[in-house]
């Protein structure tokens, strides 16, 4: 007999209440085989030349000409974004991750469930919303981590796609709806959030993305070849390409099919993006949906803020990507404030063109833009990138002020001087 819709959210409720009450322990929840730390007295350890934004939790990014040294980024400079203590796999065999909500058969599944499946490897960029906020906050305070221009970061990820996992518990590809009204798919960490009053860390995508097998959402356990490290999302994380990093969660614990957006912290009260007119005293959430894709972005990667280079002859180099799958057609770079332009060329693979929506290209990650210039005695560089649906970086970024210091992607601007001319 089928279940109705509010018997299956019951059965749900009960299912990982009884899941959770068999597993909690001395200030930590345990799941099976995971545990999520009341403290920080067992964090991983990190590469020393990360800058530290926020010890606890612990937020850092790599130097910015790091990211241009591997068009693949190495795990140890891969930026890193937290919201509580790391949690612990004590026993990997035990661990389960629940598919449960509007369905009617909830189940708990293995890693050796999961890696029954076909496994995939799909290049994605990962990048904080709150990339270049230090250069946003410059221009009127905002709050949230200071972040520089290195909040961001290419992977290659393997895993199980989320179209395939679905269908162990009887969702079909392309779906967008199921029998008891499930229309959205939310991923449950295990971590503990402040912003969560010590809750976990959840979000949610449609439905109808998580089914198509296109979108190449992942449920990963890998990075970059490798078992996915414990600041990365061990033992197992979702993936979503083109989508904000905050949709991307990590250390999975469930993933629920419900009938609307999810309706923690950072779906309902962060992550939106709002008109320079609204203030912490005129704020109202509810009126801006969560952000999914990111803009079009580009950075200068091969030069600081503010630097001195001893040629005029020099090489401008750095990250450019689009959210949505959404190819590069362009980037512009300008010596003299973008009074003129000149185009860069564009490369994933080192020594070959980079064509955008080509066979060969990879659609949600990263492109690698280089151009070479002769600048005067002091100049101001500039970069902006077009993506394949004409979408070209705003020139201010106080056109796209926000108090939450979200997606700036005005033009990126480097101040240069040559303190020993070769001429």
């Known amino acids: 007999m089928s279940l109705t819709r509010k018997q299956s959210a019951l059965a749900t409720t009960i299912y990982k209440k009884r899941r959770t009450d068999r597993h909690r322990e001395k200030g930590c929840l345990i799941m099976p085989g995971l545990k999520a730390p009341s403290d920080y007295s067992q964090e991983p350890s990190r590469h020393p030349s990360l800058r530290i934004n926020a010890k606890e939790p612990f937020n850092a990014e790599p130097p910015r000409k790091t990211l241009i040294s591997s068009y693949v980024t190495p795990v140890d400079f891969f930026y890193k974004r937290n919201h509580g203590p790391i949690p612990i796999v004590d026993d990997i065999e035990r661990y389960r991750v629940t598919i449960c909500g509007l369905l009617e058969n909830p189940k708990d599944i293995s890693m050796a469930d999961i890696r029954k499946l076909p496994k995939y490897d799909v290049a994605a960029t990962l990048q904080c919303a709150g990339n270049r906020r230090t250069a946003m906050s410059k221009r009127k305070t905002v709050k949230g981590v200071g972040w520089d221009v290195s909040a961001i970061g290419n992977a290659i990820w393997g895993g199980a796609k989320l179209s395939d996992v679905l269908e162990l518990v009887g969702i079909p590809k392309l779906t967008s709806s199921t029998p008891l009204g499930g229309k959205h798919v939310e991923f449950v960490s295990i971590d503990k959030c402040k912003e969560e009053n010590g809750g976990p860390y959840k979000a949610s995508i449609p439905l109808n993305q998580a089914t198509n097998p296109e979108s190449d959402v992942l449920l990963a356990y890998e990075m970059n070849g490798e078992t996915l490290n414990r600041d990365h999302g061990y033992p197992l994380r979702a993936i979503v390409p083109g989508i904000i990093g905050a949709r991307s969660v990590k250390w999975l ?135 394949i649906a004409a979408n070209v970086q705003p020139e201010n970024v106080d056109d796209i002020w926000n108090l939450r210091g979200i997606l700036n992607t005005s033009w990126h601007r480097v101040h240069v001087r040559v303190g020993h001319s070769n001429m």
């Open 253 to 387: 614990d469930s993933v629920n099919i419900s009938s609307e957006v999810c309706q923690g912290f950072f779906m309902q009260k962060d992550y939106k993006m709002f008109p320079p007119t609204v203030n912490w005293d005129n704020i109202d959430w509810s009126t801006r949906r969560p952000q999914m894709d990111f803009p079009v972005q580009c950075v200068i990667c091969s030069l600081e803020d503010v630097d001195v280079v001893k040629h005029r002859k020099i090489t401008i180099s750095g990250y450019a990507v689009s959210g949505g799958g959404r190819g590069i057609e362009r980037v512009d770079v300008s010596i003299d404030g973008g009074k003129t332009w000149l185009e860069t060329t564009r490369y994933q693979k080192t020594g070959v063109p980079y064509i955008a929506d080509d066979s060969s290209s990879d659609k949600w990650a990263w492109v690698f833009f280089e151009a070479v210039a002769e600048i005067p005695q002091s100049a101001e560089i500039v970069a902006k990138a077009v993506d």
